[in-house]
């Protein structure tokens, strides 16, 4: 497999803990995990071995992209501590970050990442995708944010927020901070085209430092 450089170096990516029923899911997050090793893109995830989480973290690892003591970690597993007596987390293929609580887990996910990916997922996936979604209009990070679209998973979502819109909910400037594709392929590609846009009043909102500490990932693509 031919390797190509990235704008990122960690990619967070959102996902279910279950495989979902049609194959073209499973077969979209090892797609995923192939076309982050290709790019050289490290990943940051939930934890976990089960699911679609545990497809794309695999295939990333079986791409041979991680090394185990380097300085810098291809797979960043973050894990509450109440979670970890049921996760069924297999064989430890990187640095497992272990948090008191969700909320941690998130930010945690989030300062790591220099973009997010959501695959198809559940309650979990939604709340943590809207979530990074609402930082970026805020103007809390910069970083990008992309939807797999497999066989049109999230058309009912983007429906959803085009009706936003059009209700004068969310405002068309917020609206493209989503960027969605029906393959890892086309999705990260554009997601390293992706340049934010802001609405004036929130271009002008001033967060203290400590704020964005926690969610500015390391190597500062997001500032």
Known sequence: MEETNSRFNRICVFCGSSSGKKASYQEAAVELGKELVERRINLVYGGGSVGLMG??????????????????????????RTLMPREITGETVGEVRTVSNMHQRKAEMARQADAFIALPGGYGTLE????????????????????????????????????????????????????SAPTAEQ???????YVPEYDEVTSNLVWEEVDRINYV???GVAT
């Open 55 to 80: 497809l794309v973290s695999q295939a990333v690892h079986d791409g041979g992209r991680h090394v185990i003591g380097c300085s810098w970690c291809l797979l960043c597993r973050v894990i509450p």
């Open 128 to 179: 943590e995708l809207l979530e990074v979604i609402t930082w970026a209009q805020l103007g809390i990070h910069r970083k990008p944010v992309g939807l797999l679209n497999v066989d049109g998973y999230y058309n009912s979502l983007l429906s959803f927020i085009d009706q936003a819109v059009d209700e004068g909910f969310i405002s068309p400037t917020a609206r493209q901070i989503i960027v």
């Open 217 to 219: 990932s390391e190597s």
């Open 187 to 193: 999705l990260v590609r554009q997601l390293e085209e």
